[in-house]
Nanobody, 118 residues
Framework: VQLQASGGGLVQAGGSLRLSCAAS????????MGWFRQAPGKEREFVAR????????YYADSVKGRFIISRDNAQNTVYLQMNSLKPEDTAVYHC????????????WGQGTLVTVSS
């Protein structure tokens, strides 16, 4: 499985960005997708995840109410709509793929940089 993330960029505080992550390769049904981020000098942290049917979504407290995760299974793509961005949201955002039989994420994308200026 290959994951290609896109949509990052430079935005002012209070602005919005939409990240996309396209999965290709042996993507059987039932997989969970997640977004993580890593700011400079910090450890990687969980941002959001969504199950196959899209009816179960989980968010980190730091982004709850501002970020929305969604997916299009026909396109094997997951999205992260980021609103009301803050400078502390600045990070490299990675998408991750977890097969339905796995307890952890199996594949990771290369990441896309989001920079929020104050």
């Amino acid at each position: 499985v290959q994951l290609q993330a896109s949509g990052g960029g430079l935005v002012q505080a209070g602005g919005s960005l939409r990240l996309s992550c396209a999965a290709s390769g042996r993507t059987s049904s039932g997989y969970t997708m997640g977004w993580f981020r890593q700011a400079p000098g910090k450890e990687r942290e969980f941002v959001a995840r969504i199950n196959w049917s899209g009816n179960m979504k989980y968010y980190a407290d730091s982004v709850k109410g501002r970020f929305i995760i969604s997916r299009d299974n026909a396109q094997n793509t997951v999205y992260l709509q980021m609103n009301s961005l803050k400078p502390e949201d600045t990070a490299v955002y990675h998408c991750a793929f977890r097969d339905r039989a796995s307890s952890d994420y199996d594949y990771w994308g290369q990441g896309t940089l989001v920079t929020v200026s104050s």
